[in-house]
């Protein structure tokens, strides 16, 4: 069965400085989705990033991006010139494309401050 | 409405009551899903639809917990003899289509309190 890990339960990063969060997953798939998604305090989980396997090229986003490193199985997302509005819990999840599941396995989380 | 919509937002209950949770997915998308997540907790999968069967429900940790979608849009989750276990929020969420590029876009959830 495919798991997620998030082994940063808690980061901080100063307004408009870089923070990465990591994310490891194990699966035995080869083709995949895998997301970053953004929990604000209100509650709604807002899609930030996904990346799909089969591309080697590292998706973008605006101040968002991924280092996707297939072999290693981790998929960590930098936040670029953070800003207070990016305080949330951030959630790294995966999808399989062809295993005929179509669910989402979240990880535990990470909750990022920013600091004025 | 344009998002997910979920009521109630928040249900307070006694051990042992039985329970409904709505959910209107965005209009068209045929793809819902169900999540539980506990405090300080990822979301944990419950259920997934594809229009009016259940396509996936594996996640449904016994058979107190039951969901429907009858007519392929909205959907309720439904809880028999709840226990104070079964407090958390209860997350909906919905895709154009289940096989498609990925993105579910989901509702504020329904806090669930069993005292």
């Known amino acids: 069965a495919q798991t997620v890990t998030q082994s940063q339960p808690e980061m901080s990063v100063q307004e408009a400085e870089t923070v990465t969060l990591s994310c490891t997953y194990d699966?035995?798939?080869?083709?995949?989705?895998l997301f970053w998604y953004k929990q604000p305090p209100s509650r709604q989980m807002i899609l930030v990033i996904r990346q799909e396997a089969y591309k080697q090229q590292n998706a973008t986003e605006n101040r968002f991006s991924v280092n996707f490193q297939k072999a290693a199985k981790s998929f960590s997302l930098k936040i670029s010139d953070s800003q207070l509005g990016d305080a949330a819990m951030y959630f790294c999840a995966y999808r399989s494309r062809t295993s005929g599941t179509y669910k989402y396995i979240f990880g535990t989380g990470t909750r990022l401050k920013v600091l004025a | 409405g344009a998002g997910v919509s979920q009521t109630p937002s928040n249900k307070v209950t006694e051990k042992g009551k039985y329970v409904k949770l709505r959910c209107d997915p965005i209009s068209g998308h045929t793809a819902l899903y169900w999540y539980r997540q506990s405090l300080g907790q990822g979301p944990e999968f419950l259920i997934y639809f594809q229009g009016t069967g259940a396509a996936d429900d594996s996640g449904l940790p016994n058979d107190r917990f039951f969901a429907v979608r009858p007519e392929g849009s909205v959907s309720t989750l439904k809880i028999q003899r709840t226990e104070r276990g079964d407090s958390a929020v209860y997350l909906c969420?919905?895709?154009?289509?289940?096989?498609?590029?990925?993105?579910?876009?989901f509702g504020e959830g329904s806090r669930l309190t069993v005292l």
């Open positions: 699966t035995s798939e080869s083709d995949y989705y």
């Open positions: 969420a919905s895709s154009a289509r289940l096989a498609g590029t990925g993105e579910l876009f």
